[in-house]
Structure formats: C-alpha cells, structure tokens
C-alpha cells in the first residue's frame, strides 16, 4: 500500500487539510502515545469520545428530518439501533477500515483487525476527525452517506435490544434481567465500562462500550443473538 493515507481519504470521501487528524484516529495503539508536549492525548480515544457525539447528532438530525410522523420514543429507538457497535461496524466493513488502523503487532496478531469493538471505536474516532478537518458538513455528509442505507432497512421503528430481552424474560415467568458494572478502565475523559448480563437459566454476556448505557444495549443484543441460534 503506497499511500495509505490517500486511499483513507478516497475511502471516506474527504481530503484532509490536516492530515494529521485521520492519522490519530486511525491510530489504536503506538508505543509512543501518551501526553505529547503541550499536554494533549495523542490517542485516537479523545477523538473516538468526541465522535460518538458527532455521530450521535448527525443521526439524530437524519432521522428528524426522514421520519416527521414518528414520536420521541420512536426515534429513539431507531436512533439507538443506528449508533450502535453493529451499525458501526458493518459501514466500517463497507469502506475497508480496518485496512487502515495502525497496530502494534502483537495487537494486529491477536486479531485486532477483526475485533468488533476496536473497529467501531475507531471509526467513532474517524467522524470526529471528518469534523475536526471539516466542520458539520464533512461529517453529516459521511454519515448521511453510510447510515441512510441502514435506515432504509427499517420500515417500522426497532425495539431496543433490553426492552426486547425484557419482554423475552416476562414472558417465560423470569426475573428480570440484571445489568452489572464489572470493569472500567481509562481516563477519567474517556472511560470504557465493562457490562455483564444476567438472565435466570442462561449463560452471561458481557460487552464494553463508552458508556453504561451503550454497554448495557451490547450485552443485551449478545444474549439475543445467543438466543436466536438456539431458536
């Protein structure tokens, strides 16, 4: 790969005035990241914090827009549907990130470049770099880009994934699913919360993301996965 950084851009359909922003985001890990000299992190994990939100209001600006008959809840649960790690991930597969990311190699070699997770974070850390360079408009051209496909899929409004697991669970006479907070790791700017799940007579799942409530909804898509091949 020649230039790995011209494909990056022709992939995301923007060129970079300052193309050390994509490097960033596409930087998971790197022996020197740390504080650089003026104090700043120079992790892709500031950008991914700052994506998530980027994203989270590009959405949420598409659906207000596309579905004028539909209430709060509605939306929202479509809208947690389409930030979601598996949303993520599937437009990340669609423009070959993972081609793109920078590892260490024992990260590479583990898998990294298959691992849902880190996938999904960094393409979070991509949008905010899409913003950073240029603005709102770069970045909702993006996700208007990748994201109104998914939401063309949807005819009526999803429910979310613990509402689901939820209904699942009365509906056979077992308690209520229980969410617990087992880990959380970062820095205070950026943490990542480790979930596990719960549900009387089957296995735990767990699942990571940058908030409770962005874990809780993973954990509780694994376990409905789960149950999906046992169907």
């Known amino acids: 790969m020649s230039d790995p950084a011209g494909l990056a851009e022709r992939a995301l359909g923007h060129r970079f005035q300052r193309p050390e922003l994509l490097a960033q985001a596409l930087t998971r890990s790197a022996p020197d990241q740390g504080r650089g000299d003026a104090g700043q992190w120079r992790t892709y994990q500031r950008l991914e914090f700052l994506g998530d939100r980027v994203l989270g209001l590009a959405v949420a600006q598409l659906l207000y827009g596309r579905f004028a008959g539909e209430d709060e809840g509605a939306l929202a649960r479509r809208h947690s549907a389409l ?9 990340a597969e669609r423009i070959g990130l993972a081609q793109f990311m920078v590892l260490l190699a024992s990260e590479a070699e583990a898998g990294g470049r298959d691992n849902p997770g880190i996938v999904a974070d960094t393409l979070e850390a991509v949008i905010a770099a899409l913003y950073l360079d240029g603005g709102l408009k770069a970045a909702d051209a993006f996700v208007q880009r990748h994201w109104t496909p998914l939401m063309d899929e949807e005819a009526t409004p999803p429910q979310d994934a613990k509402t689901s697991l939820q209904e699942w669970a009365q509906s056979r006479g077992k308690p209520l699913p229980a969410y617990q907070e087992i880990d959380r790791v970062g820095p205070d700017h950026s ?30 898509r694994v376990l409905l996965e789960q149950l999906k091949r046992k169907s």
């Open 83 to 91: 930030v979601c790690r598996e949303a993520l991930v599937r437009v």
């Open 191 to 220: 943490p990542t919360f480790t979930i596990e799940l719960t549900v009387d007579g089957l296995p735990p799942a767990t699942a990571t993301g940058p908030s409770k409530r962005r874990a809780e909804q993973d954990a509780a």
